[in-house]
């Protein structure tokens, strides 16, 4: 069971990204090289100098990982990847292709591109989600899902109704596409490297990636940044909100899953256990009293608003890699004070 060592060269896509930024810092503080990639120069560049006391990081450049080939320069001299490229939102998705094809096609891709132009490497390690696990329409609440449970509902729903389906069910679809179709490669061609996916739920977290406007936020910080901002309204809550972990664990769970020999083969929930939008408000009032308009509620009332919630099990990851999990306080302290030094409210 092949694992790399420090001093290794690992390709991180989708480097420039929320998720793709914090993996690439972890391997680079880890004692790793990183080859990043990115869409633009510009964001390479702004890796460059963001990473520049970090260690040895360069960048490629890939406009469409959708395109056939995106990867073949990529993928070459490289010990070992990290896909984490693929989009992730829910709303004004104007065809299912938006979402499906750079999610499918970016991982079935890259896949082709290792076989191709670096069959030796190690391992690879896929950013899946817990989107690929969970089954909002055949499972009900309250449901504890492990690494076991699939996905079995949602690519049939967007088969039927295209992009009228929710917009949560075709990013579900996209998920389960992709996923399935790295474990698909791999029965299929046996290839001489191992797979691993890192399945997080909703990621929470100190942004660091390039970020102009609260408007490009991805889906998940813009959760947060919308309570602190005062967005929000009594009205909104309590807000359940589904299941979280602290992205630098999600990071962390990428490394692990590149450096345990035992975890070949798997599937990893990185994930702490469910949330509400009162939890993340009581949050914010307990470290930012400053901040104005962020509403109340119901303090302290996590168990009552989550007791029928949906949980991701991600005991496994801790016992098996080693992840100790960020409190949900400092994850969304965290995020608060990073939006606040980057948009000035």
Same mark, same amino acid.
């Given at each position: 069971?092949?694992?790399?060592?420090?001093?290794?060269?690992?390709?991180?896509?989708?480097?420039?990204? /929320?998720? !793709?930024?914090?993996?690439?810092?972890?391997?680079?503080?880890?004692? /790793?090289?990183?080859?990043?990639?990115?869409?633009?120069?510009?964001?390479?560049?702004?890796?460059?100098?963001? /990473?520049?006391?970090?260690?040895?990081?360069?960048?490629?450049?890939?406009?469409?990982?959708?395109?056939?080939?995106?990867?073949?320069?990529?993928?070459?001299? $490289?010990?070992?990847?990290?896909?984490?490229?693929?989009?992730?939102?829910?709303?004004?998705?104007?065809?299912?292709?938006?979402?499906?094809?750079?999610?499918?096609?970016?991982?079935? !891709?890259? %896949?082709?591109?290792?076989?191709?132009?670096?069959?030796?490497?190690?391992?690879?390690?896929?950013?899946?989600?817990?989107?690929?696990?969970?089954?909002?329409?055949?499972?009900?609440?309250?449901?504890?899902?492990?690494?076991?449970?699939?996905?079995?509902?949602?690519?049939?729903?967007?088969?039927?109704?295209?992009?009228?389906?929710?917009? %949560?069910?075709?990013?579900?679809?996209?998920?389960?596409?992709?996923?399935?179709?790295?474990?698909?490669?791999?029965? *299929?061609?046996?290839?001489?490297?191992?797979?691993?996916?890192?399945?997080?739920?909703?990621?929470?977290?100190?942004?660091?990636?390039?970020?102009?406007?609260?408007?490009?936020?991805?889906?998940?910080?813009?959760?947060?940044?919308?309570?602190?901002?005062?967005?929000?309204?009594?009205?909104?809550?309590?807000?359940?909100?589904?299941?979280?972990?602290?992205?630098?664990?999600?990071?962390?769970?990428?490394?692990? +899953?590149?450096?345990?020999?035992?975890?070949?083969?798997?599937?990893?929930?990185?994930?702490? !256990?469910?949330?509400?939008?009162?939890?993340?408000?009581?949050?914010?009032?307990?470290?930012?009293?400053?901040?104005?308009? $962020?509403?109340?509620? *119901?303090?302290?009332?996590?168990?009552?608003?989550? *007791?029928?919630?949906?949980? /991701?099990?991600?005991?496994? +990851?801790?016992?098996?890699?080693?992840?100790?999990?960020?409190? %949900?306080?400092?994850?969304?302290?965290?995020?608060?004070?990073?939006?606040?030094?980057?948009?000035?409210?």
């Amino acid at each position: 069971m092949p694992v790399i060592s420090k001093g290794n060269l690992v390709l991180v896509t989708g480097a420039s990204g /929320f998720v !793709g930024s914090h993996v690439s810092q972890h391997f680079l503080k880890g004692g /790793f090289k990183v080859r990043g990639t990115v869409r633009s120069e510009s964001k390479g560049e702004y890796l460059k100098k963001l /990473f520049k006391n970090d260690g040895d990081f360069d960048y490629v450049i890939v406009d469409d990982i959708a395109k056939d080939g995106a990867f073949d320069e990529a993928v070459k001299g $490289v010990d070992a990847v990290a896909h984490t490229a693929s989009p992730f939102y829910v709303t004004n998705i104007k065809s299912t292709d938006e979402l499906i094809q750079p999610a499918l096609h970016g991982t079935t !891709g890259i %896949l082709k591109s290792i076989q191709k132009n670096n069959p030796d490497v190690k391992r690879v390690v896929v950013t899946s989600s817990v989107s690929a696990i969970m089954c909002v329409a055949s499972k009900k609440a309250p449901y504890t899902y492990t690494e076991k449970d699939w996905n079995v509902d949602s690519v049939g729903i967007v088969e039927e109704k295209g992009v009228d389906a929710p917009g %949560l069910h075709i990013y579900n679809a996209s998920k389960t596409l992709a996923e399935r179709s790295l474990w698909d490669f791999v029965e *299929k061609n046996k290839p001489n490297w191992e797979a691993v996916t890192i399945n997080p739920p909703v990621i929470f977290g100190e942004i660091i990636h390039e970020c102009p406007t609260p408007e490009k936020l991805n889906t998940s910080v813009a959760r947060v940044y919308e309570w602190a901002a005062g967005k929000k309204t009594e009205k909104d809550l309590p807000a359940a909100g589904g299941n979280w972990v602290d992205v630098h664990n999600v990071a962390e769970g990428h490394v692990l +899953a590149l450096t345990k020999p035992d975890a070949a083969g798997e599937r990893f929930i990185v994930g702490n !256990g469910p949330f509400a939008g009162q939890d993340i408000c009581d949050v914010i009032h307990k470290r930012f009293p400053d901040l104005k308009d $962020v509403p109340v509620g *119901k303090p302290g009332t996590h168990d009552e608003i989550t *007791k029928d919630a949906n949980v /991701f099990d991600g005991s496994k +990851a801790h016992k098996e890699l080693g992840i100790q999990y960020v409190s %949900l306080e400092d994850s969304v302290y965290q995020t608060v004070k990073s939006v606040r030094e980057r948009f000035h409210f």
